[in-house]
């Protein structure tokens, strides 16, 4: 059943789901998280670091991405970079639970060895490896993880991972595909902004082109969808 959580700022999007993400991770087994890059996750890795570096157990959790661009761990376009900045410096985690994707690495070596990653590590359910949590995000274009509206077609690919090419910038990307996403047991859009108001409605109501939006095509079979958006986000929805 999908779920639509609406807050006042961008920040208080933050702190809700800061929230629910501990409340989701306090568990006795590993936790596997697909997470995502974009400006709202920095602010939840922002108050993740400062207000649950001590009450999260992070030994137990598993680090992901849904994403990455083809680019050194160094680079300032790194979801990578971005994370270990604002989160993963700041707590006490075991390397070996940190898993990224290889931005550095010809894409689509890096695609096939990071799906094998998945295949090997993560728990599987209808044969497709099993997250617990993947965090995604929205573009204004609809699109999430790394699947354009273009290249619509890689969210059915069969193959965990692909190489997605941004239409604008022609930059390579690594994504996760449409089978890992909705075979997560749940799902979490975090969307804030006015650029987002338009798609958030059409996805949500189903209305417009919005079966040309990737992003319509996130259905977990678990069910469990929640959107995490900000009023100026939901400004068409509520």
Known sequence: ?????????????????????????????????????????????DYLAEN??????????????????????????????????????KISIPKENIFRILGENDPKIEAIRYGDVLEKNLPSQFEIPK????????????HTASVFPYEINLWDAKANCEVAVHPDSGQKRVTITGN??????????????????????????????????????VKPTSGKLIWFLDNEAAKEIS
């Open 131 to 142: 997250f617990d949590l993947v965090i995604l995000g929205m573009g204004d274009d609809g």
């Open 52 to 89: 649950f570096a001590d009450s999260i157990d992070w030994t137990k959790v598993n680090f992901y991405w849904g994403d990455e661009r083809c680019v050194s761990p160094t680079d300032e376009e790194s979801n990578y970079k971005m994370t270990l900045e604002h989160l993963l410096s």
């Open 1 to 45: 059943m999908m779920q639509v959580r609406i807050y006042t700022t961008k920040q208080i999007v933050a702190e809700k789901f800061s929230a629910f993400f501990k409340d989701i991770v306090t568990t006795d087994k590993s936790f596997n998280v697909a997470l995502s890059g974009g400006s709202t996750p920095k602010i939840v890795f």
């Open 180 to 217: 890992i996403i909705n075979n997560a047991e749940v799902v979490a859009f975090l969307v804030t902004g006015t650029s987002k108001a338009e798609k958030v409605k059409e996805i949500i109501k189903e209305t417009g082109e919005y079966k040309k939006y990737p992003a319509t095509l």
